[in-house]
């Protein structure tokens, strides 16, 4: 229940429940303290009271986003389960009524994660396994990698469009994935300017390019994917990502290794074939 109360400093306090020390001492049995009597939470037998008050400063706007998340697992080792719904309602202290706020994202979050799934996880991989193990169709590697790569960054960005979006809709605090994802972004704006700056094939520095080109996209691919796994986990996307993920990353890692076994046995075989990208 809620309850309010004005404070001498034009606070509002709302009481959502009532903490009581000896509440884990009742038993099915037992009587409820006076002041525990309206708040019994009725979670198997022995009674279970949460405490937290909202200090809300009176303005010209008195209504406040209020998130209830609701569950009715039996709590293990005194230790409550992960709510298994959650729902939000606008308060109006004025009036005291209430009505649904505006619904969780949940769209724009789907939509962000699925890009990046796609262009991070999906297109770019494949964009660098054309380039390192199929460079005996030349030029044709080298357009179908440029051109993967480019629809898989832009795919990618307008996912973290879609991210920076949802940040600002929900204020999540997850500083992990968030900084691996500006990590990731500009290793991928590094990579998009590396094109410009590449060295003709004769030159010099075009292996220190190359040292350079194959490296950081390497760490791009590497970074994006255990941010993804963050990302599945942080935005709690349910066993169908986990699963359909996972099976992704098993086809590339298998891919991978045939074709790098087949790769050096080429070259051992011939020392002269096409070297790798």
């Known amino acids: 229940m809620l309850e309010m109360g004005r404070a001498s400093a034009g606070a509002l306090l709302v009481a959502l429940a009532v903490l009581a020390p000896a509440a884990t001492e009742q038993t099915c049995g037992d009587e409820l303290p006076p002041e525990l009597v309206g708040n019994y939470s009725g979670l198997a037998c022995a009674p279970v009271w949460n405490n ?29 389960s992960e709510h298994q719904s959650k729902t939000s309602i606008t308060f109006d202290f004025t009036t005291g009524s209430s009505s649904s ?22 297109l770019l991989p494949i964009g660098a396994i054309v380039a390192r193990y199929c ?16 629809v898989g960054f832009i795919l990618g960005l307008a996912g973290i469009v879609a991210g920076v979006s949802l940040y600002n809709k929900i204020q ?7 900084g691996l994802g500006i990590f ?20 010099k520095y075009r292996k220190f390019w190359n040292w350079y080109h194959h ?23 349910g066993n169908s990502w986990k699963i359909g993920y996972g099976f992704n990353l098993a086809i590339l890692l298998i891919t991978i290794i045939a074709l790098e076994v087949l790769l050096w046995t080429r070259w051992r075989n011939n020392s002269g074939s096409t070297g790798a990208y």
């Open 52 to 80: 937290f008050v909202l200090r809300y400063a009176q303005g010209k706007d008195n209504r406040q986003n209020v998130l209830l998340a609701i569950g009715s697992a039996i709590p293990v080792n005194d230790r409550l």
């Open 101 to 122: 706020a505006s619904s969780f994202p949940e769209g724009l979050k789907r939509t962000h994660g699925a890009l990046n799934l796609f262009a991070w996880g999906v």
């Open 135 to 150: 460079r005996r169709w030349d030029p044709l590697w080298f357009y179908l990698h440029a051109g993967i790569q480019f």
């Open 172 to 178: 999540a605090n997850v500083p992990s994935h968030r």
């Open 184 to 203: 990731v972004l500009v290793l991928g704006i590094l990579q998009i300017l590396a094109i410009f700056l590449r060295p003709n094939k004769d030159s």
């Open 215 to 237: 490296w950081v996209g390497r760490l791009a691919l590497f970074f994006a994917a255990i941010n993804i796994v963050i990302g599945i986990k942080v935005g709690t996307a």
